[in-house]
């Protein structure tokens, strides 16, 4: 599930994002004409972010569900835009023909434009055939980009649903680079083999399965739909809050170690989830968000518009980074 990251520096860059696109929708099996609508997409989004904005970077992810998906979320720093103009057909700030968020838009199953003075967040999925959309009331998103210089991303994280609990892993192997990539994958691919249990219990079976590995931090939240609470046990630097709708946070906490090599008294933390509330986890490759961005909208549009912000305005730069974001 890691995220390819396009910084639009020029317009060279928005031909690489649209060949890494178009050859992921054909590797997951997109028919040629949908894989080719994922390919115009980043191409509409890359250009508008080269024509329009400041510091905009498009990010790539598969998605996989009752059917494959590319998601493509183009995230900048401003200026901003009037979402009902831009979407328009024939409006354009920069002389061109102005037809690219519109077709985007056409071109996508799913498209949502969250946008303030100080920046925008463009989200645009495709799926090779419809996915079923009834299995969980617990929206996930993530952006999840590997260290600049590596080819593999040293962190991981990934669900699982057990009745009337939904279960989120993020994990962030030691350093990063191969061996951290094999110990986080090691604590996702455990969390989908393995029978249900307790958060504090994932975290030792976790801590278990990575003995043979460089070790990670771990987080494990897990939302109960019908309690209408979330509970979190963590071990290492991996940080978690819930957000209220407004932008309240509530912080999760961690205790110190190792999994796979240290492991102290486990401390579970159990704070109330309602309906419209979120929950995001992050790496340490993301800043510590004390300041939780809490513009009209954010903490209810779709859970990637979120992440997006989180990753834009904490990324560090010099190491993996994921921030995962879900939300009743």
Request: charged content about 20%; aromatic content about 4%.
């Amino acid at each position: 599930m890691t995220t390819a990251a396009f910084a639009m520096s020029d317009a060279s860059k928005v031909g690489a994002a649209r060949r890494h696109a178009l050859s992921l929708a054909e590797t997951l099996g997109f028919p040629q004409d949908r894989a080719g609508q994922v390919a115009i997409v980043v191409s509409e989004l890359g250009t508008n972010l080269v024509k329009h904005a400041r510091d905009g970077t498009i990010l790539i992810r598969a998605l996989y569900d009752d059917s494959a998906g590319v998601e493509v979320i183009s995230v900048d720093r401003g200026p901003g835009m009037t979402t009902s103009e831009a979407l328009r057909d024939g409006h354009s700030t920069a002389g061109s023909l102005g037809q690219g968020l519109g077709a985007a838009s056409r071109l996508s199953d799913r498209f949502d434009v969250y946008s303030q003075q100080e920046g925008s967040v463009i989200l645009s999925r495709t799926w090779s055939a419809p996915p079923d959309r009834a299995k969980s009331s617990v929206l996930v998103s993530a952006v999840s980009v590997a260290h600049p210089d590596e080819p593999v991303c040293g962190d991981a994280w990934s669900r699982r649903v057990d009745g009337d609990v939904e279960t989120i892993l993020v994990a962030d192997g030691l350093g990063h680079g191969l061996q951290a990539h094999e110990a986080a994958e090691e604590a996702a691919r455990t969390l989908t083999t393995d029978g249900a249990r307790s958060a504090d219990a994932w975290i030792e079976t976790i801590h278990r399965a990575l003995a043979h590995t460089r070790g990670a931090a771990v987080g494990v939240a897990q939302v109960d739909r019908r309690r209408g609470v979330v509970t979190f046990s963590g071990l290492g630097n991996i940080t978690a809050a819930v957000v209220l709708p407004e932008g309240t946070r509530h912080g999760l906490v961690s205790v110190n170690g190792t999994a796979g090599h240290i492991l102290r008294r486990l401390r579970s933390d159990l704070k109330p989830m309602d309906v419209g509330s979120s929950l995001f986890m992050h790496t340490d490759g993301i800043s510590t968000t004390r300041q939780i961005p809490a513009g009209p909208g954010l903490w209810t549009a779709d859970p990637a518009v979120a992440a997006a912000f989180l990753y834009r305005d904490g990324v560090r730069g010099h190491d993996d980074a994921t921030v995962v974001v879900a939300r009743r």
